[in-house]
């Protein structure tokens, strides 16, 4: 039995750190683990231009461990108004990566998010030409749409059309959740490519309703039938270099989430890299972990692999059921409470102990 793994540095490409008590709670548990790490935009208000990011950047810079090399990679949360010149310049500096696509109410902060594909259409065009990605939260937002059909639809409807109508764009399919999306990307033009989270690899929607409501096994998009996990595990493990990870670590204080109308999101980071070893091990796919966890990233965002290694050990380790933020409030961690199989042996700080 394999008893160490051994791999470049991995990046996480989907992560929400938040902002103030919070960034501060959770952003150890990223940058022990990736190398960099691409930032999602949807604060409250969002981060709608570059100055917003550059301000953010330097909280998020000012929240890190001491000693800790992280990098964050700034984003920038498209609307109905957002500026070509400011994503162009802002990308051409270096100062975001990419720009993401909340369909107006799809998920967490998304209201301010797009109402209408026409309507960014000058700039999805000026992105195309300057190599900018779009990151897309792949989901319609019809109320008429089942919830479990959303992506599916979004596929077909928003998705197919707009990578037609922008042949050089490089498009990010975030957190896909079906076979249909992983059918897409596989078969889809150049420079189009997936994130997958890990809890879509471990669960599916059966969890959200064991027992009773599951607040913490919600988020979005949803988890699905059995068979799309399935599709998402071989997607995953495959070696195509068109899927990589992304965690979408969302947390939320316990209070949110627990509650008659409770947010979406897990929070995924402290578990993070112990649960895609998981799944890699149980497929019999080890030695496809390093390209998703660490290569395939960077390729399709055109910037160099991390230098340096991490290593994981199979170490039983128990996973704390929460982590605490100021004023009593706790934030819970998927997986709290059960053990998980592997430990990182050698992160750079010290939320090494809790990764
Ligand atoms: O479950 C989710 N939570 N999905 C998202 O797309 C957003 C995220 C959040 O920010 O909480
Ligand atoms: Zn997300």
């Known amino acids: 039995m394999t008893e160490t793994i051994t791999i470049r540095r991995p990046d996480d490409w989907h992560v929400h750190l938040r902002d103030g008590a919070m960034l501060k709670a959770v952003l150890p548990f990223t940058a022990a683990q990736f190398s960099r790490a691409i930032i999602m935009p949807n604060l409250v208000p969002p981060v709608t231009t570059t100055a917003m990011a550059d301000a953010y950047r330097e909280r998020i810079m000012a929240a890190l461990p001491a000693g800790s090399r992280f990098q964050p990679l700034m984003t920038l949360y498209m609307t109905d108004d957002t500026d070509p010149a400011d994503v162009v310049s802002g990308y051409e500096s270096g100062r975001i990566v990419a720009v993401k696509l909340y369909p107006q109410h799809a998920t967490t902060n998304s209201h301010f998010g797009v109402t209408d594909i026409e309507k960014i259409h000058p700039v999805l065009a000026a992105m195309e030409k300057a190599g900018v990605p779009l990151l897309i939260h792949g989901e319609v937002t019809r109320p008429e749409v089942d919830i479990f059909d959303r992506e599916a639809v979004f596929i077909e409807t928003v998705l197919d059309p707009l990578v037609r109508r922008f042949p050089g764009l490089k498009v990010t399919l975030e957190h896909v959740t079906t076979k249909e999306g992983v059918e897409y990307v596989t078969g889809a033009r150049e420079r189009v490519a997936a994130t997958i989270t890990p809890h879509h690899l471990i669960f599916n929607r059966n969890a959200i309703f064991q027992g009773g409501i599951r607040p913490h096994y919600y988020c979005l998009p949803i988890a699905k039938r059995e068979e799309h996990r399935l599709a998402l595990r071989k997607a995953a493990t ?86 605490s933020l100021p004023a009593g409030e706790a934030v819970h961690v998927f997986r709290g409470g059960e053990t998980v199989s592997w430990t990182v042996a050698d992160a750079d700080s010290a939320a090494a102990a809790v990764a």
């Not at 030695?287 to 290569?295: I, M, P, T």
């Open 238 to 323: 495959s070696g195509n270099p068109r899927f990589f990870l992304g965690t979408d670590t969302a947390p939320h204080a316990r209070a949110a989430k627990e509650a008659a109308c409770g947010c979406a999101g897990l929070f995924v980071a402290p578990v993070a890299l112990a649960c895609y070893a998981q799944v890699f091990e149980e497929e019999g796919a080890l030695d496809k972990f390093e390209a998703f966890a660490s290569l395939n990233g960077p390729r399709h965002y055109g910037l160099p692999v991390n230098e340096g290694t991490i290593t994981l050990v199979r170490r039983p380790r128990a996973v704390a059921e929460d982590v």
